[in-house]
């Protein structure tokens, strides 16, 4: 009933390259899952298939209960149309490893961009809703600033409320904090906490071990294009059962805690 | 002996210049009018991704940037006609020829900014559900243009030098009109002096202009 997501056997190709091998997945309302893996694990692929930043070669995804794309004449092959596309994507924020702020715009222009140009909404109500999200990853003091003068840290969080003006079923995660310098992780995992523990339903590709132990509800670890195990964070991190998940977690031995201290993300 | 400047007699004929130099305008403004258009649309065509469209894209800019202007000029004013069956005047002919030309220059100047923006800035728009059109508009543009100001500034100033050219088609510019204005006062040194000032003036006040909206719209890197 409140599943946000149901992915089905997905597959993607990028030519002979066969990175995802069938996947199947379904996410609950409110749910933050953790997706772990080895580089070219298929980690990216799978979050870029999810908002169809890359087009699944094969496989379901049905979002809130509706199937994206119709079926064709071969099984399993989906079709999509560009608006059905733009619309969908409006709907499932994502947040990158390398921020992509619009340079050329303020910090609240930035959040303010998808609500007018896309949800139809006045400067003003789109202004009000921009304030709001800064608001909830504590960077509201900036808004009039140039991302070009924000730390990482706080740049990242600037995407985190780009994508959450658009007020989005869930949020999609690719390494946000793999590019910021160590002492800049913890505001932006700290955001990523908050915006969970508000109820948002997330699906985060991460290295860091402490937030998926912390955070999430489940934990994916993708292999080879699968899903080889999966389960709670206790499961997965303490009691692996698969020989490549403990191999994988011995090499990722650093447990670093999100710092619990508000005022390190700047709230106030 | 000394040569005597008189540019009292250039004056009394300054009508002429003057109709010249709206002429000059006229031209220079119908075929930025057509440039910039054309030049974008072409600089899309040349990053399609079909290669049907971006090799006409091609085909169009090497065409136009290998012909000189005053045999484009000629063409467009004599041979097209007979070729499409209607009638230019001397003003649609040049227009047209500088404006399509200056397209093709513009075009590759569109691409070589649109190319610039990172490619994690059209991730980001479709990521927000921002379709083709959107994103060129909001996002890319709006960054690819800031950069390509000084370039384009260049472009322009060559079309304004090269409507002097319609002269040879007996066009009406400032150009033409001087030299009818020195056969008339026998004082081609004043008037031609007059016309040189008449340039700069033009194109210096216009590139004070571009400075100061360059800083204006300036934002942080
Ligand atoms: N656009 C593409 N074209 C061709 N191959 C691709 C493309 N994108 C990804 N791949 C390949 O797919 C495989 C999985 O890549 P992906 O980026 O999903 O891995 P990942 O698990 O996110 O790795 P990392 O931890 O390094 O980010 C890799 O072998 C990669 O080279
Ligand atoms: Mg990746």
Known sequence: MDEVLRVENLHKRFGLLHVLRGIDLSVHKGETIVILGASGSGKSTLLRCLNFLEMPSEGRITIEGRLVGRETGTPGVMSYGTRELNALRARVGMVFQQFNLFPHMTVEGNVMIGPMKLRGMTEETARTLAHDNLRRVGILEKAREYPARLSGGQQQRVAIARALAMEPTMMLFDEATSALDPELVGEVLLSMRRLSEEGMTMLVVTHELGFAYNVADRVIFLEGGMVHEEGTPQEVLQNPKQERTREFLRSHTLFRLPDPAPEAAGHS | ?221
Do not use: C
């Open chain 2, 1 to 221: 002996m000394e040569y005597q400047w008189d540019f009292a007699a250039v004056f009394r004929h300054g009508d002429l210049l003057i109709e010249g130099a709206k002429g000059t305008f006229a031209l220079a403004g119908m075929a930025i009018l057509i440039a910039f258009p054309i030049g974008l649309l072409v600089a899309l065509m040349r990053l399609s991704r079909l290669p049907v469209i971006a090799w006409f894209a091609v085909i169009y800019t090497d065409l136009f940037r290998a012909s000189p202007t005053i045999v484009l000029i000629y063409w467009f004013y004599f041979a097209f006609p007979l070729l499409v069956g209607v009638d230019f005047n001397t003003f649609t002919a040049v227009s047209l020829t500088l404006g399509l030309q200056t397209g093709a220059y513009m075009a590759e100047v569109f691409r070589g900014g649109i190319q610039g923006v990172k490619a994690g800035q059209w991730q980001a728009a479709k990521a927000l559900g921002m379709g083709l059109g959107r994103t060129l508009r909001y996002i890319i543009l709006p960054q690819a243009v800031r950069r390509m100001v000084p370039i384009f500034f260049t472009r322009l100033t060559e079309l304004f030098k090269t409507t002097s050219l319609a002269a040879a088609i007996s066009y009406t510019e400032i150009v033409q009109m001087a030299q009818r204005t020195a056969s008339d006062t026998f004082r081609p040194i004043e008037t031609f002096t007059v016309v040189a000032l008449f340039f700069f003036t033009v194109i210096f006040t216009a590139s004070q202009f571009v400075r100061f909206a360059e800083r204006r719209f300036a934002v942080p890197e």
